[in-house]
């Protein structure tokens, strides 16, 4: 097995995790030297760490917030290991992050988490009715019944209804994006381009 730590030999992309700290955590484990998109990763927490010192923010944050996301995503469908699996940390990593005793998180944690809640919380049902079913049993608010879950002091009552499904919000979501761009590029036509696509449009009929 190679040495431990101080390994920067230029390495092939071995596991799905890569470029995530699971693939970090992988190469570890088997002792493989990190590939390119590890190695990136690595230097970009590095350079966080380093910008949290010199800025003097805390590196530890209240956790609160955190775990109403997660217990928030849980309650739309999404269940605990789908999630890590899907951001590339080990479950255990959001077990502790919900575990009542904990009161604090890391910064890249907490920012990682507030992220993913960003993109999953209003598009749609995730995919587990269990996971749902489960977390609705514990009483657990959904995004909807938050108006502010970093600030609210009081939990709200659960009465979040999911309209749609995650894959028909996906397919909408992905039809606005385009539209975006379309309208986007078509902004940033020339009149000479213009002028040439009417042409090209012309010569074709
Ligand atoms: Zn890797």
């Known amino acids: 097995?190679?040495?431990r730590g101080k390994i920067t030999a230029p390495g092939p992309v071995l596991y799905p995790v890569c470029g995530t700290a699971q693939g970090i955590y992988q190469h570890r484990?088997?002792?493989?030297?990190?590939?390119?998109?590890?190695?990136a990763f690595n230097a970009e927490?590095?350079?966080?760490?380093?910008?949290d010192i010199y800025l003097r923010r805390p590196r530890?944050?209240?956790?609160?917030g955190s775990q109403r996301r997660l217990r928030a995503l849980m309650a739309i469908g999404w269940p605990l290991e789908e999630m890590a699996r899907m951001w590339g940390i080990g479950r255990t990593v959001l077990q502790r992050v919900l575990h009542p005793d904990t009161v604090k998180v890391s910064r890249a944690r907490a920012e990682l988490i507030e992220r993913e809640?960003?993109?999953?919380?209003?598009?749609?049902?995730?995919?587990?009715?269990?996971?749902?079913?489960?977390?609705?049993n514990r009483g657990f608010p959904g995004p909807m019944d938050w108006d502010d879950i970093d600030r609210q002091e009081r939990e709200p009552v659960p009465g979040y209804v999911i309209e749609r499904d995650h894959q028909e919000a996906l397919v909408i979501d992905r039809a606005v994006k385009k539209m975006l761009?379309?309208?986007?590029?078509?902004?940033r036509l020339t009149p000479a381009d213009r002028q040439a696509a009417r042409a090209r449009r012309e010569s074709a009929a």
């Open 29 to 39: 484990k088997h002792g493989t030297p990190r590939c390119a998109p590890c190695r």
């Open 45 to 51: 927490q590095t350079e966080q760490i380093k910008r």
């Open 181 to 187: 761009a379309k309208r986007e590029r078509r902004s």
């Open 117 to 136: 809640y960003r993109r999953l919380a209003f598009a749609g049902a995730g995919p587990s009715a269990r996971a749902r079913t489960w977390a609705r």
């Open 60 to 64: 530890l944050v209240p956790a609160r």
């Open 1 to 3: 097995m190679p040495p």
